[in-house]
């Protein structure tokens, strides 16, 4: 099959050309076929069930692209994407003919009925965005929600993402993370963003844009103090990519007057764990729930507002009756 050459080929670098059967490579070379190019090689590409096939695409260095979503690209019967000229520069790099068609937010009714209709006349249609995985932070999440309404299978191609890049590159812990998208532009609304998210027991993942980082960092300071960790990574995989890691504090001063250029993406540490009780305070506040509650009960009100083990807590509980 053309898709083992393909993938054996991937993983020696598409030194074993001569794998390829004359019948393939007239099929990969006839005009109007569809194809696409790896180090000058065309390679046709199969078939598509009928689905929604959502793409990633590089953030930004052009050699990201999977070798599943290149032959998804040139195998799809339509092609949409958010701007037809960054996708086009995409297409052209590895050889893929496939017209791409506008989806974005000006025209998300008018065409994402079009791609319905495609799909319910039982094609396929690919959805990239300009960078990443599409339906993150852009209009192609309500096309996905109607396709699935409607029936229709909907296939992820993984591939480059933004958030998890910055996530594995800042050194943040990264067992539990939030990906919360764009902060509000208006300061009132940002800061009461930041105060509802304070708490969560997580890495926090924002995009920004450069001229609202430094505004953006300030607001997070105050907000999640300016101890918090934190990483401000710029121009991710491009040839000036950067990772600015420190305090939120810290990096609020120094980007406070910084003329900033690139897509960000910022990165804050979870909260620090609350300090323990102490234990003159939980034994006052043990006394003070078992004068109105049973016992039992009382531990599980004192677990609730402290955080500590009610088994402990019921424990305790019964040693200060027992004293009394």
Do not use: W
């Not at 050309?17 to 019948?23: C, D, I, L």
């Amino acid at each position: 099959m053309v898709y083992d050459r393909v993938a054996l080929a991937a993983g020696k670098g598409l030194e074993d050309k001569g794998r390829m059967t004359t019948e393939e490579k007239n099929a990969a070379a006839a005009p109007g076929a569809k194809r696409y190019r790896l180090n000058d090689t065309p390679i046709a590409a199969r078939p598509l069930e009928p689905a929604l096939y959502l793409v990633a695409t590089p953030i930004g260095n052009l050699g990201d692209i999977t070798i599943r979503a290149l032959e998804t690209l040139a195998g799809a019967d339509v092609l949409a994407c958010e701007d037809t000229r960054v996708t086009r520069v995409l297409l052209d790099r590895y050889g893929i003919e496939n017209r791409p068609y506008a989806y974005h937010e000006h025209n998300a009714d008018e065409a994402g009925a079009r791609l319905l209709a495609a799909l319910e006349a039982g094609k396929s249609v690919a959805l990239v965005s300009d960078a990443g995985t599409p339906l993150v932070s852009d209009p192609g999440y309500r096309l996905g929600q109607l396709a699935i309404e409607a029936g229709h299978r909907v296939v992820p191609i993984p591939g480059a993402s933004a958030p998890l890049a910055a996530l594995v590159g800042s050194g943040l812990p990264n067992d539990a993370f939030l990906f919360a998208g764009f902060l509000p532009t208006k300061d009132k609304a940002k800061r009461d963003r930041l105060r509802e998210l304070s708490k969560v027991p997580a890495t926090l993942i924002f995009f920004e844009s450069p001229h609202r980082i430094g505004d953006t960092l300030t607001a997070a300071a105050d907000e999640l103090g300016n101890d918090r960790p934190a990483s401000v990574c710029r121009e991710l995989t491009k040839t000036f990519e950067e990772f600015r890691r420190g305090p939120l504090g810290d990096l609020a001063q120094d980007y406070a007057e910084k003329t900033v250029k690139g897509e960000i993406v910022l990165v804050i540490g979870p909260p620090a764990p609350d300090a323990a009780p102490d234990a003159a305070d939980v034994d006052s506040l043990l006394a003070e729930l078992s004068a109105t509650m049973p016992t039992a009960k009382a531990a599980t009100e004192a677990a609730r507002l402290t955080g500590l083990p009610r088994k402990d807590l019921y424990q305790r509980l019964l040693e200060l009756k027992g004293a009394a």
